[in-house]
């Protein structure tokens, strides 16, 4: 087991276009598996991410309150997938993420393993759900791997426990 910590200190993408964390190449893997017919073979990864960028300025177009759209629940749904597969890929657990979002955008996200909630979050205007750069994607994403590692690691029996 280990943590992830040090993974976004540089750049989110290296000189040569590759995706410089483990997070950022999880969420591509997991996007592109969903690909069915092909539709995204041609484009870049940083290009299939650009889908959760979201600046300043685009941000505040989005109304305050608003019912989130599928494709938006679509990339919240990938987000936080990713997040469990990553501690999965890190500790050997299952980390199983359970969402629950109302018609308005707000709702709970609870990752478990074992009987462990290793992660715990209050999710609030989904429908504005986005990153203002590649590199906040990164952070956010490796930040509550490395929290949940660190719950599993102080609870180690318990996030085995079945």
């Known amino acids: 087991m280990g943590t992830l910590t040090g993974s976004t ?36 990864d940083t290009d299939l991410l650009a889908d959760f960028i979201l600046t300043k300025e685009q941000r505040r ?14 990339r ?19 980390a199983s993420p359970i969402m629950t979002i109302g018609h308005e955008g707000f709702g709970r996200l609870l990752f478990t393993t074992g009987r462990l909630v290793v992660l715990s979050k209050t999710l609030r205007d989904v429908h504005r759900f986005g ?5 906040k994607l990164a952070e956010t994403g ?21």
């Not at 591509?28 to 690909?35: E, G, S, V, Y």
């Not at 177009?61 to 679509?74: A, M, N, Q, S, T």
């Not at 919240?76 to 657990?93: A, D, H, K, P, R």
């Not at 990153?131 to 590199?135: I, M, S």
């Open 61 to 74: 177009k989005i109304p305050i309150i608003g019912d989130p759209d599928p494709y938006v629940l679509w």
């Open 131 to 135: 990153f203002e750069t590649l590199g």
């Open 9 to 44: 200190d540089g750049p989110a993408v290296n000189e040569d276009g590759d995706l410089a964390t483990p997070f950022l190449r999880c969420l591509i893997r997991l996007i592109r598996a969903q690909d069915a017919h092909g539709a995204w073979e041609g484009k870049s």
């Open 76 to 94: 919240l749904q990938n987000f936080y997938s990713c997040v469990g597969l990553v501690i999965e890929e890190c500790t050997g657990l299952l």
């Open 142 to 162: 490796t930040k509550m791997v490395d929290d949940a590692i660190e719950v599993i690691e102080t609870y180690p029996d318990v996030a085995r426990a079945s």
